[in-house]
């Protein structure tokens, strides 16, 4: 039996309004009443397997991210989920994170891993062919498939499970590189949150713990030369931090910008890595301007962090009612009777399926009450009703989700200022 106390009865409401509150915002229950994805034990514990519309709102983060991330150079490509065990020894992911990892499969006589994560393959296809200076900083980004052993305690919906798709890239640069391509992230990380209105967040630089040789990889002037490196970036750039020791990759430190959520503790979305070892264990080099091979500077970032926690973390800070452009259902349209109003209701529902829009039409045969009610509670961000004047007008009368007012206008303007909202990202 567990209980708790508070000195006044106002710091129990308190306390039991928060717990309301957190129940209300969890993304498993919005996910769930919204049909955006599922779990079932027959596929697996901490194996999400997103609905159609989970998926919508997934590919346009995709969309969103890939767009950002191509106008600044960066080229994408798609590996194989799993890889030899040769290939994570010599990234020295078996060493130090096989705990994390799936166990090993045995197949004509080759080992082989679900991978955890997917630097090793960006290496190998960095390795494919000789680099200049010239060419460099190549930027190499993937929204990867990854898998991780989580514990059967710490699996929670889409927020943190076994498989799920980072958001990922890794930048090769030259040291002379690392502090512009470095803010490059840092624009691109602040750049997004903007569009997301995230504002409370915190930057934190992880470090290794150097009495930990288990760990991290076994090299102090590597270890050195790397944090010294990124605090010296930082500070230059003037970002506010903290440090942490024991929570960088065991290849190297890292700056993760941690956020703070409407309910619960502070989650990581974004992180950006200096390595210095992966380049090396791969034997990487480039042509520098002296003819002399050199090796060349990784940096590991995500964004988004995984798609999927995103979704989880914008979910509860919305309370599934999402901005239009990134929703899964923008527009229902309910025909008041269908004998009379059907025609004219499919005619505008096709319309907008021509110009993009995710719509739905709801012809049931079901009061108009019990439709509207439904898509209030669907959170579709605008309910068209369309009844006698809007077919004999040619208009459309709107409801925007969370309030009473109707609204009437022509077809084009409804269209104009949905793809104004979508544009601004509203």
């Not at 494919?128 to 060419?135: A, F, G, I, M, T």
């Not at 710490?154 to 799920?164: Q, Y």
């Not at 991290?216 to 942490?244: C, F, P, Q, S």
């Amino acid at each position: 039996i567990y209980g708790v106390c508070f000195p006044t009865a106002e710091e129990l409401e308190e306390h039991l309004s928060l717990l309301e509150e957190a129940k209300e915002r969890d993304h498993r229950k919005i996910g769930k009443e919204m049909e955006i994805f599922m779990v079932d034990d027959l596929i697996g514990r901490g194996l999400p397997m997103y609905l159609p519309k989970g998926y919508a709102i997934w590919q346009k983060l995709e969309r969103y991210i890939k767009q950002k991330e191509k106008k600044l150079g960066y080229l994408h490509v798609l590996t194989p989920a799993i890889g030899t065990v040769n290939l994570y020894k010599t990234s020295g992911h078996w060493d130090h994170y096989k705990e994390n990892m799936f166990p090993q499969m045995e197949m004509d006589g080759e080992s082989f891993v679900l991978r955890p994560m997917n630097c090793p393959h960006h290496m190998m296809i960095y390795a494919n062919k000789l680099h200049s200076y010239k060419n460099l900083p190549i930027r190499i980004g993937e929204i990867a498939h990854d898998f991780r052993y989580e514990a059967s305690g710490a699996v929670k919906g889409i927020e943190r499970g076994r498989h799920f798709c980072q958001n990922d890239a890794h930048l090769f640069v030259t040291p002379e590189q690392i502090k512009s391509e470095f803010k490059g992230v840092i624009d691109l990380i602040l750049d997004v949150y903007k569009d997301f209105n995230i504002t409370d967040y915190r930057c934190v630089l992880s470090l290794r713990d150097p009495e930990d040789k288990e760990k991290y990889h076994d090299d102090d002037e590597m270890w050195n030369k790397a944090e010294n490196e990124l605090r010296e970036v930082m500070n230059e750039l003037g970002i506010e931090y903290t440090e942490e020791i024991g929570e960088a990759a065991f290849y190297g430190p890292k700056l993760d910008v941690n956020v703070k959520p409407a309910i619960g503790n502070e989650i990581t979305l974004s992180t950006c890595q200096l390595d210095f070892c992966l380049p090396a264990k791969f034997n990487l080099t480039y042509v520098a301007e002296d003819g002399t091979k050199k090796t060349p500077v990784v940096l590991h970032r995500a964004i988004l962090g995984s798609l999927d926690r995103f979704m989880a973390y914008i979910l509860e800070e919305t309370k599934g009612n999402l901005p239009l452009w990134l929703a899964p259902t923008q527009v229902k349209v309910l025909p008041v009777k269908n004998e009379y109003h059907l025609d004219y209701a499919n005619e505008i529902y096709q319309l907008l399926l021509d110009e993009g829009f995710e719509v739905e039409l709801d012809s049931r045969d079901e009061k108009l009450g019990y439709r509207i009610r439904e898509a209030q509670m669907q959170k579709a961000n605008y309910i068209l009703v369309l009844g006698n004047n809007e077919r004999d007008e040619r208009t459309v009368t709107y409801r925007k989700h969370g309030e009473q007012k109707a609204t009437t206008v022509t077809i084009d303007e409804f269209v104009s200022m949905l793809k104004q909202q979508i544009k601004d990202k509203k």
